[in-house]
């Protein structure tokens, strides 16, 4: 039996003393004879967590209809069934087992501390849900090859090394995931987010070099270029590097690094590379027209692993936007996606309560799409809504089940 001591009441009344006035008290009312959670009963006890201000405490009574009169020994054991089946429900809905507490003595009632909220991205990147392409390059060699978006990688001669700083003369294979798409960064869970920045991205890329099973990186002072896929529009971009932290991509930029319009003839490049070795091979996706001049924008960059192709979407006037989901009791993945521009803004999930999202410091008057998903079976539970910001401040999403071809249909459809 859980027994709520002496020690924790002052402690919890000594804490509440400096959040509020006095211990707030709520009652929740069951079905005559019910122990288990009913949909009222849920209602009930998510309403007083909503309605609890961070940091305080509430002591929550459980009450049965029209058992006022019935003995106290029942209405004792009752009581404390209930307690065991809110308690419950507040750890489902993501409160720690050390804020829910249950006071057995006399008439046992549920005691709830409701602390700061801390916000933190929702959802975690999942690489498995997009193709990894690997190219099998000689280092000694200039080289380049196309992905299947159309983006070209130039390496120069020599830009390898192993972790222990020995240079790679051996070939090595070349893997990158490649998310030139919306829908790209969605099924992986992914956004174009810096720190208190929103970003738009002209593409994204995770790179990875192996020398057999042997990681490879990038020599200091070398670097590639990326001739990515875009012709217009490019001013302000630059490189970003990506920091993983508790299973989220923070964007960092390279205040040193700039991206601008170059003319690309690949078959010219090869026939300069040619020229110098005789080996030499197109990497596979290129072309059929070689002699065609293409107009790319070009990044350079200084390090292998996450890097991004960047600029900032100046917020003149801020709005925040609240997400809540109904009926969910596991965490999801949200997001906010930009209808005229390549931004895939993260939702934040609050500790509190893992069915409150929120979006901070987001661009008024922009419009998109919110995004709520996660994998279930061999499908996905999926809410969304179009949304202007600015023009509304909470948003109520119900998710819904959808197989793996229409939730990749059906944000296909809005997002590209």
Known sequence: MLRFTGTFLGIAFAVSGLANNGLQSFKVIFPTGVTKLTRSVMKQASDIYNKLPE????????????????????????????????????????????????????????????????????G?????????????????QKTFFKTKGGNIFVFQPNSFETEYGMPVAKNINICVWEFYKKTDMIACQLSSCGENQVLETASTFYIQVFKGDEKVQLKKNKNYKIYLNRDSDVNGFKAYYGQVKDGNVFWVEDKKSYAYISMFDEGDLKNKIDKKSNSFVVRPNQDKDENKLDKKLLLKGKKIGWINCDRVIHVDKPSDLEVVLENVSDEFSVRLVLSKKNAIIPGMVNSNSINHYK????????????????????????????????????????PEYKTKEEFEKLIDSFLN
């Open 55 to 122: 940091r305080n405490f509430t002591r929550i009574k459980l009450i049965g209809e029209s058992e006022e009169n019935q003995a106290k020994v029942l209405s004792v054991q009752l009581a404390k069934k209930r307690a065991y089946s809110v308690r419950e429900f507040f750890i489902g809905i993501g409160c720690t087992e050390k804020n829910v507490k249950l006071d057995m003595t006399g008439m046992p009632v549920v005691i709830l501390f409701k602390p700061k909220a801390r916000y933190s991205i929702s």
């Open 124 to 140: 975690k990147i999942n690489l498995d849900k997009i193709e990894q392409q690997c190219f099998n390059i000689d280092p000694s």
């Open 359 to 398: 979006f901070s410091k987001v661009p008024s008057g922009e419009s998109g799409y919110v995004l709520a998903y996660k994998e279930s079976g061999s499908g996905y539970s999926l809410a969304y809504s179009q949304v202007t910001i600015g023009f509304i401040k909470s948003i109520n999403l119900k």
